[in-house]
């Protein structure tokens, strides 16, 4: 192989990784506004915390929560005390906080 077919190659692999990585933002991105819908919307989240690989949210009305589906979506756990839930999320923690602070903070 000349040096022109490597470089085509790693064009290729780079390109193909590239397509992976924005596929993988996009399904992120998909998955946080399922869980806030999950949540009962934006609207319903009064405060948000993390916590290593735990997410606290606070909402105005439990009800509205479809904790069943949040756990389809992948946490590990959900803990409700009162008004306030803590849902074990693993990494995705604080990338969730983030988005949704944005989202109201755009209100």
Excluded: C, W
């Amino acid at each position: 192989m000349n040096s022109y077919q490597y470089i085509l190659l790693v064009v290729i692999f780079l390109v193909i990784v590239l397509a992976i990585l924005k596929a993988t933002r996009k399904d992120a991105h998909l998955e946080m506004n399922k869980l806030l819908e999950y949540l009962g919307g934006k609207d319903n989240i009064l405060a948000t915390e993390t916590n290593l690989s735990r997410f606290k949210v606070t909402v105005k009305e439990v009800d509205k929560v479809n904790k069943e589906a949040i756990q389809k979506l992948g946490a590990k756990g959900i803990v409700e005390i009162g008004n306030q839930l803590k849902i074990i999320l693993g990494p995705g923690s604080k990338q969730l906080k983030k988005y949704i602070d944005d989202l109201k903070r755009s209100e």
